[in-house]
């Protein structure tokens, strides 16, 4: 069964983080900058909490908060849920559906060591549907071309 690890594999360990005491308009603009969703909150170098585009919605924007006087540590969502790199995929995408979320940090032995996307997990699972047709297709007609006869 496919694990976390075969995501971080491809994708890298990189986990874009912000310090606790940072504000929301610094974190928007980080999370703009690289064009992801989510912000690993950290005290020092420890992993606290994850601020996320919801967050920013539902506990900014809806709260009629300031993003610019708003601390990251009042609005970020803790404790959060986690996997390890030995979690299955599909294990993470229970997780994320039964718990509405999009992001789960990769923990192991108390250190993070990634995170993954729900986007990360359905773009895995596509290449192993389009492996399989591949595999079925050569099975059934031989070579694969881009373009099936």
């Given at each position: 069964m496919p694990t976390v690890q075969s995501i971080l594999d491809k994708k890298g360990p990189q986990v874009h983080r912000i310090a606790e005491d940072q504000t929301v308009l610094a974190a928007a603009r980080t999370m703009n900058e690289n064009r992801i969703g989510a912000l690993i909150v950290t005290r020092g170098e420890k992993f606290i909490g994850i601020f996320t585009e919801r967050d920013i919605l539902c506990r900014v924007v809806a709260a009629q908060r300031e993003p610019a006087r708003t601390l990251v540590k009042e609005v970020m969502s803790s404790p959060v849920a986690c996997c390890t790199p030995e979690t299955t995929r599909d294990e993470c995408r229970a997780v994320m559906r039964s718990k509405r979320i999009r992001h789960l940090p990769v923990v192991q032995d108390g250190v993070?060591?990634?995170?993954?996307?729900?986007?990360?997990?359905?773009?895995?699972?596509?290449?192993?549907?389009v492996a399989t047709i591949q595999y079925l297709y050569e099975y059934m007609y031989g070579e694969w071309s881009e373009t099936p006869r």
């Amino acid at each position: 069964m496919p694990t976390v690890q075969s995501i971080l594999d491809k994708k890298g360990p990189q986990v874009h983080r912000i310090a606790e005491d940072q504000t929301v308009l610094a974190a928007a603009r980080t999370m703009n900058e690289n064009r992801i969703g989510a912000l690993i909150v950290t005290r020092g170098e420890k992993f606290i909490g994850i601020f996320t585009e919801r967050d920013i919605l539902c506990r900014v924007v809806a709260a009629q908060r300031e993003p610019a006087r708003t601390l990251v540590k009042e609005v970020m969502s803790s404790p959060v849920a986690c996997c390890t790199p030995e979690t299955t995929r599909d294990e993470c995408r229970a997780v994320m559906r039964s718990k509405r979320i999009r992001h789960l940090p990769v923990v192991q032995d108390g250190v993070l060591v990634g995170i993954v996307s729900i986007g990360d997990v359905l773009i895995a699972a596509e290449e192993d549907q389009v492996a399989t047709i591949q595999y079925l297709y050569e099975y059934m007609y031989g070579e694969w071309s881009e373009t099936p006869r």
